[in-house]
């Protein structure tokens, strides 16, 4: 399967997840969501491309609205999985930085987090001809996103106390 078909196999698939997954009160906002997904996909199989490993503009617009209703609207899915969509033509898969954390639990929550999504990224799992597995897959990369940006916040306020400024971040290594 060529790197486009395969992005457009992941960003179909990523806009039923977002029908079955995203949350928000007015429903026609999920379906503008997916809409504009579905709207990359449709745009990277009729717009010729003018350079190999780029997306066809009508793509590149359409996931650039996808991508700023997730960041300004909270629909409880990432913008980073839109990245996890786009990979195979791109090159470019997003990342979870490991947060710095002091405290040593806080630490050990963002290395299994981190574990967790390398595990699905690099088992092939968003390569998977079986539709469920990637369904599955594009689900649970939501979801550790999703509890890594919670935890990015509790960090963030655990790093910030008086006891703890100044500290290195912990050291699972010990």
């Not at 060529?2 to 026609?28: C, D, F, I």
């Not at 649970?140 to 509790?154: D, N, Q, S, T, V």
């Amino acid at each position: 399967m060529s790197a486009y078909l395969a992005t457009v196999r992941r960003l179909n698939h990523l806009a039923a997840v977002v029908r079955g997954r995203a949350y928000h009160p007015q429903r026609y906002m999920i379906e503008t969501l997916a809409g504009a997904i579905e709207d990359a996909a449709i745009g990277i199989q009729t717009f010729p491309v003018d350079e190999p490993g780029q997306l066809p503009q009508g793509a590149t617009d359409a996931l650039r609205e996808a991508t700023d209703l997730l960041t300004q609207n909270d629909f409880m899915i990432p913008a980073a999985i839109i990245g996890y969509a786009t990979a195979p033509v791109t090159g470019v898969m997003p990342k979870m930085e490991p947060l710095q954390a002091v405290s040593i639990q806080l630490a050990r929550q963002d290395a299994d987090l981190r574990a967790r999504r390398i595990a699905i990224v690099e088992h092939g799992h968003l390569n998977s001809r079986d539709e469920e597995v990637l369904n599955a897959a594009l689900t649970g990369l939501i979801a550790l996103h999703r509890k890594h940006e919670r935890l990015a916040a509790a960090v963030a306020v655990d790093n910030d106390r008086p006891c703890n400024q100044g500290k290195a971040p912990a050291d699972l290594a010990r």
